[in-house]
């Protein structure tokens, strides 16, 4: 089982980033899926989740209006298109993959993770 996370860097405040997270040895349809991050000095908190049932994702207020989390079931993929980044938003993301009833957004209901990719927006 393997999650792997990429498309993070470095950008400038004001610009996007779209990361991708490619599962491998599991279907990410089974499951629901999000997006983490832990920023320097700070626990790791929750940023997107799309249940495996489909639906609106749901989105922490600190990112909601400007990202957007998308899931390719068959491409076994999930996305997360950032915009409007602002250096509050400087992390590393990780994308996450749990069965728990409802999808609770923390991170010890979250059976497998990624390595996770640097997102570093300058001022």
């Known amino acids: 089982v393997q999650l792997v996370e990429s498309g993070g860097g470095l950008v400038q405040a004001g610009g996007s980033l779209r990361l991708s997270c490619a599962a491998s040895g599991f279907a990410i349809s089974g499951y629901h899926m999000g997006w983490f991050r832990r920023a320097p000095g700070k626990e790791r908190e929750f940023v997107a989740i799309?249940?495996?049932?489909?639906?609106?994702?749901i989105y922490a207020d600190a990112v909601k209006d400007r990202v957007t989390s998308s899931r390719v079931n068959t491409k076994n993929t999930m996305y997360l298109q950032m915009n409007s980044l602002k250096p509050e938003d400087t992390a590393v993301y990780y994308c996450?993959?749990?069965?728990?009833?409802?999808?609770?957004?923390?991170?010890?209901?979250?059976?497998?993770w990624g390595q996770g990719t640097q997102v570093t927006v300058a001022s």
């Open positions: 799309n249940r495996r049932s489909g639906g609106t994702p």
């Open positions: 996450a993959a749990s069965t728990v009833a409802g999808a609770p957004p923390k991170e010890s209901f979250w059976r497998f």
